[in-house]
């Protein structure tokens, strides 16, 4: 099954206490991106990446990094969490192209306390 | 200037009634997708439907209509037969393949209530 799955779906953890969300897709999809979700703010980008090797910031970054090593996983890494970053994050896939659109993940909910 | 604008934050609609979600765009491209989205309160993003600037004609999926007026650049989803499982939110969203290196835009959502 086409799919972008995403882990874990919750997440309580401290503060400053390091933690990575997994992002994996199996539709050789070259562009990946990260959102978080805030309830007023809608969705908003984190970073992107349109190939392995290639990411760029998106409107929110700071406090986020992200790597692709590989096409299909995109790791979201929180190097020092902050209840600032508590929200509501997404990951998506897309083929490149005005056509097509996003697969989404399930979403993570991190709470940081 | 924001790239897509919805307007409504919240809609009711009666049960087998028709609504329309309203959703406004901002592009230079002359290639675009318009695409539409629902959240329910489980919380995963649903894709409903998509419009290619170049398409003749308005999208359909289903009880899923895209309401594409191009000059005045709005894209308004159109929901025919209201079911109480339509109860969610939903996302306008337009991708420009140009001018922005693929870049999504989302607007901020309009929260759906079907009403008995």
């Known amino acids: 099954e086409a799919q972008v799955t995403q882990n874990p779906r919750y997440l309580i953890t401290v503060t400053g206490k390091k933690l990575t969300v997994t992002c994996s897709q199996n539709m050789n999809h070259e562009y990946m991106s990260w959102y978080r979700q805030d309830p007023g703010l809608g969705l908003r980008q984190i970073y992107y990446?349109?190939?392995?090797?290639?990411?760029d910031k998106g409107d929110v970054p700071e406090g986020y990094k992200v790597s692709r090593k590989e096409k299909r996983n995109f790791p979201l890494i929180l190097e020092s969490p902050s209840p600032n970053q508590t929200s509501l994050y997404f990951c998506?896939?897309?083929?490149?192209?005005?056509?097509?659109?996003?697969?989404f993940g399930s979403g993570t909910r991190l709470t940081v306390v | 200037a924001q790239k897509i604008t919805q307007t409504q934050p919240g809609m009711f609609v009666q049960e087998k009634e028709a609504v329309t979600l309203d959703c406004t765009y901002d592009?230079?491209?002359?290639?675009?997708?318009l695409f539409w989205y629902k959240q329910p309160s489980s919380g995963e993003m649903i894709f409903l439907i998509y419009q290619g600037s170049y398409d003749q004609q308005n999208a359909t999926e289903g009880r899923y209509s895209l309401n594409f007026q191009k000059a005045r650049k709005s894209a308004n989803l159109v929901i025919s037969a209201s079911q109480l499982g339509d109860s969610a939110m939903y996302f306008c969203?337009?991708?420009?393949?140009?001018?922005?290196?693929?870049?999504?835009?989302f607007g901020t959502g309009t929260s759906l209530t079907v009403i008995p």
């Open positions: 969203a337009m991708r420009e393949p140009y001018h922005t290196g693929n870049q999504f835009y």
């Open positions: 990446s349109m190939n392995v090797e290639v990411t």
């Open positions: 592009t230079s491209d002359p290639s675009y997708g």
């Open positions: 998506a896939s897309s083929l490149a192209g005005a056509d097509y659109g996003y697969t």
